[in-house]
């Protein structure tokens, strides 16, 4: 069964840092885009971060700067780096992977591309 698991979750306090994790099993996704998304309360899900197969990335420009994805294909294993964190980060953060891959720079920020989605990790960041 495909699975995708968030973890690193937590309440940290403005300016603080923390490191999502997203642990694949199932299948391996060497070969797909993977991404992040966030969904906070009472807004619609979006895009964070993404990165191809090959290690090309896109960012939302909310996180520019202050968030790096990566990913290591030999543990299976997504990563989202955070910094500088500020309230407006709070929301359950979501990791994803695409269906379909259309080259090791392939990625894409469109939430529909995405087939495969975790259940979530809550951060949460006090002002």
């Known amino acids: 069964q495909v699975q995708l698991v968030e973890s690193g979750g937590g309440l940290v306090q403005a300016g603080g840092s923390l490191k999502l994790s997203c642990a694949a099993s199932?299948?391996?996704?060497?070969?797909?885009?993977l991404g992040w998304f966030r969904q906070a309360p009472g807004k619609e899900r979006e895009f964070v971060a993404a990165?191809?197969?090959?290690?090309?990335?896109d960012y939302a420009d909310s996180v520019k700067g202050r968030f790096t994805i990566s990913r290591d294909n030999a543990k299976n294993t997504l990563y989202l780096e955070m910094i500088s964190l500020k309230p407006e980060d709070t929301a359950v953060y979501f990791c994803?992977?695409?269906?379909?891959?259309?080259?090791?720079?392939?990625?894409?920020?469109?939430?529909?591309?995405?087939?495969?989605w975790g259940q979530g990790t809550q951060v949460t960041v006090s002002s």
């Open positions: 994803a992977a695409t269906k379909y891959s259309y080259g090791s720079r392939w990625v894409t920020n469109r939430a529909r591309e995405y087939e495969y």
């Open positions: 199932g299948r391996t996704y060497s070969s797909n885009a």
């Open positions: 990165i191809s197969s090959g290690g090309s990335t």
